[in-house]
């Protein structure tokens, strides 16, 4: 069974610190990589896509993708209070018609 | 990014009543949506994925004739909760990738309808 995992968390950060998501997929040969930040009660909201090994930065975020290892993760700099939320990890797997396989979420929070 | 939008935001309704709920791409053309459900702290679960002009494709566990789904059009899918139960009290959301066809597969989420059986 194909399978997305996230360190379980929550996450604590001092506001101005850099917060590291980390995440581990099953399928090798997956292509697709997405972050979502999803606050309490909302929706999820993309933050990053990242397709191809390496690092991928948008402003604060950086997304870093290890197709070797199976691993993606999101580093977040500067941290702000704002960005205490749960960030979910999600693959489109091989194969999978574009669906999204989500993992559990790491509650990160952000301390002023 | 798309825009998706769901209607309605929040329903409370009785047991044994249905419940319709429509995802719309607002500002691009959907072939495929997804339907996801949300208990409270637990990620996201697909439960189906829509197809304009085909039948939709079930997830394992999840049932076809309590959960009907129809996409009307290219903008439009309705997601209708059957006979509803106080067990399907959830947070449904939907979401459609921005480009069919496109290797790109980002996908927008609706706002989500929070679904309240008493």
């Known amino acids: 069974q194909k399978e997305v995992e996230q360190n379980s968390g929550p996450l604590s950060v001092p506001e101005g610190a850099i917060a590291s998501l980390n995440c581990t997929y099953s399928?090798?040969?997956?292509?697709?990589f997405f972050w979502y930040r999803q606050y309490s009660g909302k929706s999820p909201e993309l933050i990053m896509s990242i397709y191809s090994n390496g690092d991928k930065e948008d402003g604060r975020f950086t997304a870093q993708l290890n197709k070797a290892s199976q691993y993606v993760s999101l580093l977040i700099r500067d941290s702000q209070p704002s960005d205490s939320a749960t960030y979910l990890c999600?693959?489109?797997?091989?194969?999978?018609?574009?669906?999204?396989?989500f993992g559990s979420g790491t509650q990160l929070t952000v301390l002023p | 990014g798309a825009v998706v939008s769901q209607h309605p935001s929040r329903v409370i309704c009785k047991s044994g009543t249905s419940v319709k709920i429509e995802c719309r791409s607002l500002d691009f053309q959907a072939t495929t949506m997804f339907w996801y459900r949300q208990f409270p702290k637990q990620s996201l679960m697909l439960m189906a994925t829509?197809?304009?002009?085909?039948?939709?494709?079930?997830e394992q566990g999840v049932e076809k004739d309590k959960f009907l789904i129809n996409h009307a059009s290219l903008t439009l899918s309705t997601l209708t909760v059957t006979s509803a139960h106080p067990e399907d009290s959830s947070f449904y959301i939907c979401?459609?990738?921005?480009?069919?066809?496109?290797?790109?597969?980002?996908?927008?989420f609706g706002p989500g309808t929070r679904l309240t059986v008493l």
């Open positions: 829509s197809n304009e002009g085909s039948k939709a494709t079930y």
């Open positions: 999600a693959v489109i797997f091989s194969g999978s018609a574009r669906q999204l396989t």
């Open positions: 399928d090798r040969v997956s292509q697709s």
């Open positions: 979401s459609a990738p921005q480009r069919a066809g496109s290797s790109y597969n980002e996908q927008f």
